[in-house]
């Protein structure tokens, strides 16, 4: 199984879940596709996080809702 892409450290930015590696928030992800922004638009936002990142959590939260749902 891949590792997360997700971070939760409290020495960076205080806990909240980051993209492993950056100081991105997960939910900043989040807010810019709920606004009808593009993984592009995002990624252009915020160089320092990959499409492959974006892919692979997304691709996760889809298995977890997955497990949620069954």
């Given at each position: 199984m891949?590792?997360?892409v997700v971070s939760i450290?409290?020495?960076v930015m205080g806990g909240?879940?980051?993209f492993a590696g950056t100081r991105v928030p997960i939910q900043t992800l989040i807010?810019?596709?709920t606004a009808g922004d593009t993984i592009d638009d995002f990624i252009d936002g915020f160089p320092t996080v990959?499409?492959?990142q974006v892919v692979e959590y997304?691709?996760?939260a889809e298995t977890?809702?997955?497990k949620v749902a069954a």
């Open positions: 891949k590792d997360s450290s409290k020495e909240t879940p980051v807010d810019f596709l990959s499409r492959e997304l691709e996760q977890q809702m997955e």
